[in-house]
Structures are given as structure tokens and as C-alpha cells.
């Protein structure tokens, strides 16, 4: 007999089409029905059941993630599917493993920096997984400072080998995720060193243990790093140590597509530029960036559907208690973060088209738009993980006591998405980044270089330093251009004011340093000003009914006015805003609050995620919470039998004041 669906009612609220929301979620028809075809296949699979995760032990729990990465690579071979098929099953899977790295890192290393050569030799074996591969870049004592690694690769003329050496402690490799057990192969980052002539850091193709019995080779130290914060979690990761013992490579296996070392043990430049490495940062930040939309979605998902199941307080003459959904101080922290998910996947989405753009244009040989999108991809993937892993966490306290429990699916979505605010780039150093373009764009105003792209805004800057926000009543904060100027306005201001402080400065690093708190926010703002103008841009997409339109038009209201909120001093101090129009725009957003709430189920039900992937006891479709929370409670080992192991030897005892006592 099938569960009641408790959310039925709140679905037939809803004042749009689903199922067309759902495909501009997704991207596109053909995204959205691959998607939820796989879903529903690894959904289907018992093999890739992950209620038990949380109990097993470490072991097991490494164990279980080679079975099912075996099991999903088995299941691609069968069914003969796409690379965009295969992509979405790891997806769904929803495991961190070893194969997150071969081919989100390994593949597109050796694809961005690797010669025609090296491809040809080393992607067919990578694609058939002959070899599995893993990035190590981190070291025990350098991450954000590339520049700082110690690893070394030193040039021998004699043999044509290249030496690679962890000359220290802390020049141990540390960190690499597929590193301490799975990886036959490392894209390795080391000084490159020529006769005695140190050239800085490059990649190195670096085999790893045998292809017959998976041992360490010769001069290599490999092993797991140890448990990470969470129970299942980031676990199921095997992240690496890795030290080098003056191991040999042949010189063929220095990545040569921007630099070379010839057969003479000179160091040359090749023909292609040097900034194409930079094409391939650009693509894993804009993946990190779609990831982020689905990991604050899926959270978001949890959050509401349980909210609008749990009752408390606010019954009248023995009626029912007030859904939690219907609190405005629910509402205030839980629908500003559905239109955060929302805002980040169309964001992720121009990123998409943007590394795409740039690519296209490095090819040609045209660099304009490289340093914009290299600062643009850095700062929303700090912005982006920055507030999607808060929010989990937000998530988590919104769904009270009972968001503590693992069966919730948010305690292990958190620990699973956190690592995300430090790998590839710490977000603050990230920020800084952004913070050095923003100061270089500022003192190149009035030159004739002007500013592109999300920082064409900066070549209105005499206008948006002087100009004052005409909000008179709270439904002109409706209008796009209003909020679309307020932001811009904020963002020079921002940024001006900190190029005025580092002029001071007779020594600029020493200004930046003394200043980077202030350079870090004007780098956020500039980042959530990208945000709110690339949600503006897809409403003016051809977006198919008017519901669906109606609903993102909301959405993306309450995402900017919650950003105004939140950064309200920012607004204010800078002038953009008085602080009457700073109320208003408060008032604004609690109608829009309640525009939301009728949608609010139907809003979370567009994400098109299954009960499997969401493993979530809280966020289930038909929202039959209280009978499968008394459920997963009695599958806990500790209920495996009544009176507790360990009964008769310490709480008997205790009962029976039976311990034994010593004299002090």
C-alpha cells in the first residue's frame, strides 16, 4: 500500500508549471530528461544503496565506494553511454570517490596542458580507465601558494629523466583525493630544475604503483591521510601523502604543451601561450560553481519540504498546530536560500558559456577577456561555496532537533560539501585575487582601456559614485534597473574607496596587507553584483509560461533585496541608499515572502531529485517523515540487540554497587 502524500495539498497550490520549471533548471529538454532518466536508474539499483553509510567503518566504507565505482563503471560499459550519461551517474551515485578526481582533475590536465603527443598517449588509456589518475598539487606546507610548492623535478642530461624528489618533510604531497590507495598515476606539480637554474612550478606525469599488483614503485611513499571530519561523509574519499625518493621519469612525461625541456636540457617556451594553462582553472571553477547550485538546492529541498510537514505551536480551539513553513522568521531564513540555489545555478550556467567564450578566444590568440574571466570564475567560487556550505548548515538549524540526525541527509551534506571552501583556492585568497583586478581596473579608468565584461560597470564610475537611488516606495524595489544600480553604485563605491586608502600606501604590498579586510568585501560585492545581473539576464531569456517566469521574477527579487539586507550597512555607509530606502526594501521583501510561500513545494519539487539522491528521511517526496524516522531509528547497530554489550561489565556494577574502590 502506498504512503499518504502529505505534500499533495501544497502542490496543488502551486501557481506555475512544474514540469516546465523543471527544464529550465536543468538547462534544456534534452539536459533535463537525460538527468532524470539516470536518477531514476541508480535510484532503482540496490547496489548503490547509501542509507548504511553513516555506520560503516572506515573500511567498509572504502570498500563500498570501490564496489560502486567498479559497479558504475560496469553499467556505463554496459548500457554504452554518453560522456554526458556516464557524468550524471557518478552524480547520482553520490559518493565521493577516486573517479571524482580522474576525471574532473587527471583528465583535463593532461587534455589543457599535455601536448597532441601526450594526449594521443595518455587520454585513451585515462578514458578506459586502464590507468586511474589523480592531481597532486597540495603539499603538506604550501596550498593557496602554488609558487611555494617544494617538490622538486630536476633535469638529468645523462639519462633524459627527469628526477622528482620531496626534498622535505612538509614537501610531501598532501591532500590529493584518490592519492592513498586507488591512483595508479599523478599529474605531479614540482619545481622544474636545469643546470641548477630553477623555472618554477609544472606538471609532471608520474606513474605510481605497478599495473599488475598495484605496489608502490620504487622511491614512492603513498598512503591515506587519515579520517575526516563527518561520519560517511568525505570518507569515502581515500586523500593522500605522497613522498618522493628521487624517483626517474622520462623527460616525454613533463606536461610540454606551453613549456619544454629539449633533449639538451634547455628550457624553452612553445609557440602556444602561456595563458591557456589558465583554461583549465577556469573550467574546474565554473564546475565548482554548478556544483554549488545543487548542493544548496539539495539542502534547500530537505529544509522545505520538512517544514512544511512539521507543526508547532499556534493551535486554536484544538485544531491542528501552524505548519513551521507559515512562521515568518521561517520564511525569512529558508526562501532567501531557495533563491540563492536558483541564482546559483544560472550564474553556473553563464560560467558554462563563458569558459566556453574564452576558450574559443584563446585559440585565436586573443587574451581581452582572460585576466576578467580568470577573476570573475575565482571570486563566484568563492562566493558561491562560501554561502552554499553556510547555508547547509542553515539548513540543518531549520529543521530543528531533528536535522541533527544523519538519516536527515544534512550533517553528512555539510561534511561531504565544506572541503569545497578550500580546495581549488582558498576563498579568501580567492577574494584577494579578485580584490588585485578590481584595483588594477580602477587605476586603468579615464586611460583608453576599458573595462569588460562584469567590470564594464567601472567605466560608468563618475556617474555611479554620484548618483542616488530613486526608490520612493517599496514596489520600486521591484524593478530590476533599481536594484541592478544600487548594486553597481555599492561596487565602485567600494572599490574606489579602497584604491583611495592604497594610494596612501608609499609601499602598495604593504597597503594591500594592511587593508585586504576592506579589499575582500569590495571583491564580494563586486561578485554578488555578477550574481544578481546574470539572474536578471536569464528572466530576459525566452523563458515558456508566464507562471514559470512570474515565480524566477520573484526569486530573483528576493535574492537581491536579501543581499541588500544582509550587506545593508554596505549600502548605506557608501550612499547608495538612505536608510528609509534601506526599510523599504525590508518591507518589499516580506510580501515577496509571502508571494513564495503558495509556490514553496512546488518550487523545491522543479530540482527533480529523487528520494535516493536527497537520502534524506526529512526531505521525502510524499513527506511521510514521523513513521520513517520511528523506522531508521531501529536499524541502528546499538538496536541490533535489547540489553547492551557491555551491560554486564559496567552498568550492572553501577546498578549493583558492585565496583570496586581503591584508596587513593
Not at 633524459?160 to 583525493?177: A, M, Y
Amino acid at each position: 500500500m502506498e504512503a499518504l502524500d502529505y505534500h499533495a495539498e501544497e502542490r496543488s497550490k502551486a501557481e506555475f508549471d512544474v514540469e516546465e520549471l523543471k527544464i529550465v533548471w536543468a538547462g534544456s529538454r534534452h539536459a533535463y530528461e537525460v538527468s532524470d532518466r539516470i536518477a531514476r536508474l541508480v535510484a532503482s539499483d540496490p547496489v548503490f544503496r547509501k542509507d548504511n553509510r553513516t555506520m560503516l567503518s572506515r573500511k567498509d566504507l572504502f570498500k563500498d565506494t570501490l564496489k560502486k565505482a567498479a559497479y558504475a563503471w560496469k553499467r556505463i560499459i554496459e548500457l554504452r553511454l554518453s560522456e554526458e550519461e556516464a557524468s550524471r551517474l557518478r552524480f547520482f551515485v553520490d559518493q565521493p570517490a577516486f573517479t571524482d578526481l580522474h576525471w574532473g582533475m587527471f583528465v583535463p590536465a593532461i587534455k589543457g596542458q599535455g601536448t597532441e603527443e601526450q594526449q594521443q598517449r595518455w587520454l585513451p588509456m585515462a578514458y578506459k580507465m586502464q590507468i586511474i589518475g589523480c592531481y597532486a598539487q597540495t603539499e603538506l606546507g604550501h596550498g593557496s601558494n602554488v609558487q611555494g610548492l617544494e617538490t622538486t623535478a630536476t633535469f638529468d642530461p645523462q639519462t633524459d629523466e627527469f628526477v622528482i624528489h620531496s626534498p622535505t618533510l612538509t614537501s610531501s604531497k598532501w591532500w590529493p583525493g584518490g592519492l592513498g590507495k586507488a591512483s595508479t598515476h599523478a599529474v605531479v606539480y614540482a619545481r622544474l630544475i636545469t643546470d641548477g637554474q630553477d623555472h618554477g612550478v609544472h606538471g609532471f606525469i608520474v606513474q605510481l604503483r605497478s599495473l599488475d599488483d598495484h605496489l608502490p614503485l620504487p622511491g614512492i611513499t603513498v598512503g591515506d591521510i587519515g579520517m575526516k571530519f563527518g561520519s560517511g561523509a568525505y570518507n569515502s574519499m581515500d586523500n593522500g601523502v605522497l613522498r618522493f625518493d628521487h624517483v626517474r621519469i622520462p623527460r616525454d612525461q613533463m606536461l610540454m604543451r606551453v613549456s619544454q625541456v629539449t633533449r639538451e636540457g634547455k628550457y624553452m617556451h612553445s609557440d602556444v601561450p602561456r595563458q591557456l594553462v589558465y583554461g583549465t582553472m577556469v573550467y574546474v571553477r565554473q564546475q565548482i560553481v554548478l556544483d554549488a547550485s545543487c548542493a544548496l538546492s539539495r539542502a534547500v529541498c530537505i529544509a522545505t519540504r520538512y517544514s512544511a510537514v512539521r507543526r508547532q505551536f499556534g493551535s486554536q480551539n484544538g485544531g491542528p498546530e501552524t505548519q513551521v513553513i507559515n512562521y515568518k522568521t521561517q520564511q525569512s531564513r529558508l526562501f532567501p536560500l531557495l533563491a540563492s540555489a536558483y541564482a546559483f545555478r544560472f550564474v553556473g550556467e553563464w560560467l558554462k558559456w563563458l569558459y566556453t567564450d574564452v576558450t574559443q578566444r584563446l585559440q585565436a590568440n586573443d587574451f581581452s577577456t582572460l585576466s576578467e574571466a580568470h577573476a570573475c570564475t575565482a571570486g563566484l567560487k568563492s562566493l558561491t561555496t562560501t554561502a552554499t556550505a553556510d547555508a547547509i548548515e542553515e539548513c540543518r538549524k531549520l529543521c530543528g532537533g531533528h536535522g541533527y540526525l544523519s538519516s536527515s541527509g544534512l550533517p553528512e551534506l555539510f561534511a561531504v560539501y565544506v572541503p569545497a571552501c578550500t580546495y581549488e583556492g582558498d576563498n579568501i585568497v580567492l577574494l584577494l585575487q579578485v580584490a588585485r583586478f578590481l584595483m588594477k581596473t580602477v587605476a586603468q579608468l579615464g586611460s583608453e582601456k576599458k573595462p569588460v565584461g562584469t567590470t564594464a560597470y567601472m567605466g560608468r564610475a563618475e556617474y555611479l559614485m554620484q548618483c542616488h537611488c530613486g526608490v520612493q516606495r517599496a514596489e520600486d524595489w521591484l524593478k530590476p534597473s533599481v536594484i541592478v544600480e544600487a548594486f553597481e553604485a555599492r561596487a565602485a563605491r567600494m572599490s574606489v574607496a579602497c584604491a583611495k586608502s592604497l594610494s596612501k600606501f608609499s609601499n602598495p604590498e604593504e597597503g594591500f596587507a594592511e587593508l585586504s579586510a576592506d579589499l575582500v568585501e569590495a571583491a564580494v560585492a563586486h561578485c554578488q553584483l555578477i550574481v544578481v545581473s546574470k539572474f536578471i539576464e536569464k528572466l530576459q531569456q525566452d523563458i515558456s509560461g508566464k507562471g514559470v517566469k512570474r515565480q524566477l521574477e520573484i526569486l530573483c527579487n528576493v535574492y537581491g533585496l536579501s543581499i541588500l539586507h544582509k550587506h545593508l550597512g554596505d549600502f548605506i555607509s557608501t550612499g547608495c541608499i538612505t536608510p528609509k530606502q534601506g526599510a523599504l526594501a525590508n518591507e518589499q521583501l516580506r510580501l515577496l515572502y509571502s508571494q513564495v510561500r503558495p509556490n514553496a513545494i512546488a518550487l523545491v519539487d522543479a530540482f527533480n531529485y529523487t528520494d535516493h539522491y536527497l537520502s534524506s528521511v526529512l526531505g521525502r517526496y510524499d513527506g511521510n517523515v514521523y513513521a520513517k524516522l520511528y523506522e531508521e531509528a531501529w536499524k541502528d547497530p546499538l538496536n541490533d540487540t535489547v540489553v547492551p554489550d557491555g551491560y554486564h561489565e559496567y552498568i550492572r556494577p553501577i546498578l549493583k554497587q558492585q565496583l570496586r574502590t581503591a584508596r587513593l
